[in-house]
């Protein structure tokens, strides 16, 4: 059976980074590009009206979020996630990185320490390291392709100067999907000793089981109150080129300090076509998501069977979320530089090198596989190929 995510749209030459900047990335356009997170399917049906319905309008001037725009994020939370969300609660800016960056420049000071848990998304370095804070690093622990936290060395860690811990959650590249009970265990530790929380929740849609995902302020208020939590529809629902994103927190004073300080650097507004495909994708994006998730197992499933088969000298662990694979190909024994020349050269499919997520990253690939599964079986056939022709 073909569903609608089968279809190959041709990206080339619409500008879109994933395609057209495959010279400058990997020095070669002669490559499957399967890096940056977005999906190659078009977003739902009603996102795209709402997007249509406003451009046709032709007067594209200030914007500002009506009523609607707020209920479509509340109900979509409680559908979800079971969470009540008042207004209050919710801030906008324009991207989630950008947001990690205004609550590093509003919570912390520079020369402050700052933990990050690695292998991880790369601007979680450039965050911290840009804004002259200092990166503590408080690695996961991997057994058998499975990662967990290593809390005691991350209680060691924290000192007098350690202000902030930027969580991944769920986790980009390594696809966990943080359990309650790893939340309270690193919530207590940080509240414990003031450590402010922020919590990268972008991939908090894109998760497999349903009801397996905890947002971060919907923990007891000791826990959270001293955090900062982020969320946006573009990876869900394939709309990262809109621009808009929301901070939420259960704390008044917190999120009017991170607002101020987002309207000082004149980063506190959304784009005007983001306003009304996220109105749309929170009224009407169940089915299409649910009918996602599906493909995208499937994808993944396909991915793991098939090295399995062909090539077990590399291995992918199912994700509990997110698109992204997190390929083991340390059973190549390619040193470092010559693993990612192989994938692009010799595969001709282009990856995430793993070590742009960290030194942990080393011999491991990051692959995006929100694509059909045409492409997909073309990625691999590549791959195996390759493999075979190492010897
Ligand atoms: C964990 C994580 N945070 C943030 C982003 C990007 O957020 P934005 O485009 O809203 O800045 C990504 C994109 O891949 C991501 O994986």
Not at 141 to 161: H, P, Q, S
Not at 283 to 300: F, I, K, M, P, T
Not at 319 to 329: H, I, M, Q, R
Not at 366 to 391: H, W, Y
Request: charged share 25%; net charge negative.
């Amino acid at each position: 059976m073909t569903t609608r995510f089968d279809e190959i749209i041709d990206r080339r030459e619409t500008n879109a980074v994933k395609w057209d900047s495959r010279k400058e990335v990997f020095g070669t356009e002669d490559l499957l590009p399967l890096w940056v997170a977005d999906m190659d399917f078009t977003c739902p049906p009603e996102v795209i009206d709402a997007v249509v319905k406003k451009a046709k309008h032709g007067v594209y001037g200030y914007p500002k979020q009506p009523p609607a725009f707020y209920q479509a994020i509340q109900g979509w939370l409680k559908r979800r996630f079971n969470a009540d969300v008042p207004k209050e609660w919710i801030s906008t800016i324009p991207g989630v990185v950008p947001g990690i960056r205004m609550a590093v420049e509003a919570f912390t000071k520079p020369g402050d320490k700052i933990i990050i848990q690695t292998p991880v998304y790369p601007p979680f370095y450039s965050s911290v390291e840009d804004l002259g804070r200092h990166l503590i690093k408080n690695p996961l622990i991997e057994e058998n392709g499975y990662y967990t936290m290593d809390l005691a060395d991350l209680e060691k860690k924290i000192d007098a100067r350690t202000k902030m811990l930027i969580l991944c959650h769920p986790h980009n590249p390594i696809g966990r999907v943080w359990s309650k009970e790893e939340l309270t265990r690193l919530a207590e530790i940080c509240a414990k000793h003031n450590v402010f929380i922020v919590s990268d929740e972008i991939h908090s849609d894109l998760v497999y089981e349903k009801g397996t995902h905890t947002p971060f302020y919907t923990l007891p208020e000791a826990l959270s109150q001293r955090t900062l939590t982020f969320i946006a529809g573009s990876k869900t629902f394939n709309t990262a080129g809109l621009f808009s994103s929301l901070a939420i927190s259960n704390n008044a004073e917190l999120l009017r300090t991170f607002t101020q300080t987002a309207a000082q650097f004149g980063v506190n507004h959304l784009n005007l076509f983001g306003i009304e495909a996220m109105t749309a994708a929170y009224s009407h994006g169940d089915e299409w998501l649910d009918e996602l998730l599906v493909y995208l197992r499937e994808n993944a499933e396909y991915i793991i069977n098939f090295l399995e088969t062909h090539i077990p000298q590399v291995k992918m662990w199912q994700p509990e979320a997110t698109y992204l694979g997190w390929l083991d190909c340390r059973g190549l024994g390619l040193p470092k530089d010559e693993l990612r020349k192989f994938m692009i050269e010799e595969a001709k499919i282009g990856l995430n090198d793993g070590a742009s997520f960290g030194e942990e990253g080393v011999g491991f690939q990051r692959i995006n596989f929100a694509c059909p599964r045409s492409v997909i079986e073309e990625a691999m056939t590549r791959l195996k190929q390759a493999v075979d022709r190492l010897g």
